[in-house]
T-cell receptor, first 114, second 114 residues
Framework: AQSVTQLGSHVSVSEGALVLLRCNYS??????LFWYVQYPNQGLQLLLK??????LVKGINGFEAEFKKSETSFHLTKPSAHMSDAAEYFC????????????FGTGTSLTVIP | GAGVSQSPRYKVAKRGQDVALRCDPI?????LFWYQQALGQGPEFLTY????????KSGLPSDRFFAERPEGSVSTLKIQRTQQEDSAVYLC????????????FGDGTRLSIL
């Protein structure tokens, strides 16, 4: 079974500061991992994904995430926050053997303070 | 359009009424998924189609929920005898295949049951 835990339902950072959104997963098999962003009244947009290979994954809008198997983590980072980064962020895991559904975390709401 | 299209964007219904939510996936996408997103929560899987075949409906919360995709493109999620707990955003996603392919999400239908 797969599950995702996102620590911190709300995160506030100052504009220009480091963004760190935490994601830990539980999976019975090596998972594929994803980060999605959701702006108000919109669907989810893919930021980045990890399947295999290099554990540091770069995505859109300057975001990146590192898969750490020993820590069962896939934390999302961005060196310098922009006002436009304010949104809801979801970590998700999928079983690559079945692959027919994502398991999402409960989300982290990011606020960027000017 | 180029993305996943859902209609209506907003639906208000009285408790006990039947509702139908429509999803137009990206052209050529084989896989189609429905998710339910309650307020302040991450999306939760409802059901999955590969072409016209409904391969997984394990997430449907009750037999009041029914989904179809008769021609392997447009899908309809129907909820019969709606209850207040059905109030949520219903997200549709499509992808070219299953597994690591990122699912492209629509903007959702916000359903409110009075």
């Amino acid at each position: 079974a797969q599950s995702v835990t996102q620590l911190g339902s709300h995160v506030s950072v100052s504009e220009g500061a480091l963004v760190l959104l935490r994601c830990n997963y539980s999976s019975s098999v090596p998972p594929y991992l994803f980060w999605y962003v959701q702006y108000p009244n919109q669907g989810l947009q893919l930021l980045l994904k990890y399947t295999t290979g290099a554990t540091l994954v770069k995505g859109i809008n300057g975001f990146e995430a590192e898969f750490k198997k020993s820590e069962t983590s896939f934390h999302l980072t961005k060196p310098s926050a922009h006002m436009s980064d304010a949104a809801e962020y979801f970590c998700a895991v999928i079983n690559p053997n079945t692959g027919n559904q994502f398991y999402f975390g409960t989300g982290t709401s990011l606020t960027v303070i000017p | 359009g180029a993305g996943v299209s859902q209609s209506p964007r907003y639906k208000v219904a009285k408790r006990g009424q039947d509702v139908a939510l429509r999803c137009d996936p990206i052209s050529g996408h084989v896989s189609l998924f429905w998710y339910q997103q309650a307020l302040g929560q991450g999306p939760e899987f409802l059901t999955y189609f590969q072409n016209e075949a409904q391969l997984d409906k394990s997430g449907l919360p009750s037999d009041r929920f029914f989904a179809e995709r008769p021609e392997g493109s447009v899908s309809t999620l129907k909820i019969q005898r709606t209850q207040q707990e059905d109030s949520a955003v219903y997200l549709c996603a499509s992808s070219t295949d299953i597994g690591n392919q990122p699912q492209h999400f629509g903007d959702g239908t916000r359903l409110s049951i009075l």
